[in-house]
């Protein structure tokens, strides 16, 4: 038969998926000038090492399927870090939740992250710095849009509706009883003993704590309270809200101090310095604003950018941390309000959260969970919860022991450290253990990496 020379000058390829489990998935045949690896500049090995899969090839694919006739040059594999590096903020299959994560919270001794995921309706309790899902909390029948974590560690609130839960074992305590339309923000003040509440029908509820009788209603917001915060010395409780204000009211007593004004939009997020002095505010406007307290005047105004979602102050109060529908963070010096780093990201940065030592910064990007090392800004790992990554995503299992002296076994991404005195298992997922080379070991840090088929090798010792 004759060969069509023009169907040849022409190469198709068939993007193809074998899971572990034996499924397959097959995507249409399409058109491309040569290999994505050769357009991105790296090898084969490189562009298999990277972990791409028929559906992330297939992202970078337009509407229709098909291969445009150059790459363009926002395509992700054209990014400067290695082929086998992760862009920066890229957490690739490995999901924490199942939708977009709106709040996070670090205890105050610094092992446990709590997550909130909106609609997905559960609060995860992860540990640190390691970042294993430690529990899952599933009592919730509502979207969950804030939790905190009270100053002795052992109590962790959530909304909507208002639940208080023991730490670290997860148990439900209580629901409060007596709130009305969707529980926007929790704090909890420094004292542990009061709760603060706000809320989408324009009030700020007060509850003592534990055992979460309601003190008090406060008005004065003409919309929705997007935020609550308590002051460093529990004195002041700061509210932001749809109505483009920020109200300071005195405490105990709940009275209304003062209104601040300058936001031409919602305002999404406010935050205290560790010594109270300062008041940062961002907004849908695109601002941060920062405030000297208690006058409430305004410092400083930091330069626009696209919705500013979430914010936090490291604990020497030297660096601000911005997230924002952008899909960067950006890191600012205090009190001056320059700009030191900008991170990119793949999704919306909705949450942040400093950890007590300052050392590390957690960011809900989308659904999912990145920790990062701070002051450097740089991606340490990402949080990953088998149930809901897709089949594609992969992660290694490791035994550790607990504080109690227990075995626990979880899992972290591929190429995650191997935590302090943990060993790399095989169970259902992939993964295998690679020994440190010998300048490394008497560090004793290894790596554990993932493989199609599970192997499972004697640890090093």
Same mark, same amino acid.
Request: proline letters at 7%; charged letters at 20%; aromatic letters at 4%.
């Given at each position: 038969m004759?060969?069509?020379?023009q169907?040849?000058?022409?190469?198709?390829?068939?993007?193809?998926?074998?899971f572990?489990?034996?499924?397959?998935?097959?995507?249409?045949?399409?058109?491309?000038?040569?290999?994505?690896?050769?357009?991105?500049?790296?090898?084969?090995?490189?562009?298999?090492?990277?972990?791409?899969?028929?559906? /992330?090839?297939?992202?970078?694919?337009?509407?229709?399927?098909?291969?445009?006739?150059?790459?363009?040059?926002?395509?992700?594999?054209?990014?400067?870090e290695?082929?086998?590096?992760? /862009?920066?903020?890229d957490?690739?299959?490995?999901?924490?939740?199942?939708?977009?994560?709106?709040?996070?919270?670090?205890?105050?001794?610094?092992?446990?992250?709590?997550?909130?995921?909106?609609?997905?309706?559960?609060?995860?309790?992860?540990?640190l710095?390691d970042?294993?899902?430690?529990?899952?909390?599933?009592?919730?029948?509502?979207r969950?849009?804030?939790?905190a974590?009270?100053?002795?560690?052992?109590?962790?609130?959530? =909304?909507?509706?208002?639940?208080?839960?023991?730490?670290?074992?997860?148990?439900?305590?209580?629901?409060?009883?007596?709130?009305?339309?969707?529980?926007?923000?929790?704090?909890?003040?420094?004292?542990?003993?009061?709760?603060?509440?706000?809320?989408?029908?324009?009030?700020?509820?007060?509850?003592?704590?534990?055992?979460?009788?309601?003190?008090?209603?406060?008005?004065?917001?003409?919309?929705?309270?997007?935020?609550?915060?308590?002051?460093?010395d529990?004195?002041?409780?700061?509210?932001?809200?749809?109505?483009?204000?920020?109200?300071?009211?005195?405490?105990?007593?709940?009275?209304?101090?003062?209104?601040?004004?300058?936001?031409?939009?919602?305002?999404?997020?406010?935050?205290?310095?560790?010594?109270?002095?300062?008041?940062?505010?961002?907004?849908?406007?695109g601002?941060?604003?920062?405030? =000297?307290?208690?006058?409430?005047?305004?410092?400083?105004?930091?330069?626009?950018?696209?919705?500013?979602?979430?914010? /936090?102050?490291?604990?020497?109060?030297k660096?601000?941390?911005?997230?924002?529908?952008?899909?960067t963070?950006?890191?600012?010096?205090?009190?001056?309000?320059?700009?030191?780093?900008?991170?990119?990201?793949?999704?919306v940065?909705?949450?942040?959260?400093? =950890?007590?030592?300052?050392?590390?910064?957690?960011?809900?990007?989308?659904?999912?969970i990145?920790?990062?090392?701070?002051?450097e800004?740089?991606?340490?790992?990402?949080?990953?919860?088998?149930?809901?990554?897709?089949?594609?995503?992969?992660?290694?299992?490791?035994?550790?022991?607990?504080?109690?002296?227990?075995?626990i076994?979880?899992?972290?991404?591929?190429?995650?450290p191997?935590?302090?005195?943990?060993?790399?298992?095989?169970?259902?997922?992939?993964?295998?253990?690679?020994?440190?080379?010998?300048?490394?070991?008497?560090?004793?840090?290894?790596?554990?990496?993932?493989?199609?088929?599970?192997?499972?090798?004697?640890?090093?010792?």
């Open positions: 004759k060969t069509n020379k169907t040849i000058e022409t190469p198709r390829f068939e993007l193809h998926s074998v572990d489990d034996g499924t397959e998935t097959r995507a249409q045949i399409v058109p491309v000038n040569k290999p994505v690896w050769m357009d991105a500049g790296m090898t084969r090995r490189g562009f298999i090492g990277a972990g791409m899969t028929a559906a /992330a090839v297939l992202a970078l694919l337009p509407k229709g399927g098909a291969m445009a006739a150059t790459t363009p040059a926002t395509n992700r594999m054209e990014r400067t290695s082929a086998d590096e992760p /862009a920066v903020g957490c690739g299959d490995c999901r924490a939740h199942s939708d977009i994560v709106l709040s996070l919270a670090i205890s105050p001794d610094g092992k446990l992250l709590a997550s909130a995921g909106c609609d997905d309706l559960t609060i995860k309790i992860w540990g710095p970042g294993a899902l430690l529990k899952t909390l599933e009592e919730n029948k509502r969950v849009y804030s939790v974590i009270s100053p002795d560690g052992k109590l962790l609130a959530s =909304s909507t509706p208002i639940r208080l839960w023991n730490l670290p074992d997860g148990a439900l305590l209580k629901t409060l009883e007596g709130t009305k339309g969707p529980i926007y923000s929790v704090a909890i003040s420094p004292d542990g003993k009061l709760l603060a509440s706000g809320s989408g029908v324009k009030t700020i509820n007060l509850w003592n704590l534990p055992d979460g009788d309601l003190l008090k209603t406060m008005e004065g917001h003409t919309d929705a309270v997007q935020h609550v915060t308590f002051s460093p529990g004195k002041l409780l700061v509210s932001c809200s749809n109505d483009e204000t920020i109200k300071l009211w005195n405490l105990p007593d709940g009275d209304l101090f003062k209104t601040l004004e300058g936001h031409t939009a919602v305002v999404r997020y406010v935050t205290f310095s560790p010594d109270g002095k300062l008041l940062v505010s961002c907004s849908n406007d601002i941060i604003k920062l405030w =000297s307290l208690p006058d409430g005047g305004l410092l400083k105004t930091l330069e626009k950018q696209g919705v500013v979602e979430s914010l /936090a102050i490291s604990p020497d109060g660096l601000l941390v911005s997230g924002s529908s952008d899909q963070i950006k890191l600012w010096s205090l009190p001056d309000g320059d700009l030191l780093k900008t991170i990119g990201n793949q999704s940065v909705a949450s942040l959260a400093i =950890s007590p030592d300052g050392k590390i910064l957690a960011s809900g990007i989308g659904s999912d990145s920790l990062w090392s701070l002051p800004g740089e991606l340490k790992t990402c949080l990953i919860d088998l149930k809901v990554s897709p089949p594609s995503a992969k992660g290694a299992t490791v035994n550790a022991l607990n504080e109690y002296g227990q075995i076994s979880y899992t972290l991404p591929c190429g995650s191997l935590p302090a005195g943990a060993t790399c298992t095989c169970n259902c997922v992939p993964g295998s253990y690679s020994p440190p080379k010998p300048q490394e070991s008497s560090g004793g840090s290894s790596n554990c990496t993932c493989n199609q088929v599970c192997t499972c090798v004697p640890v090093y010792r």
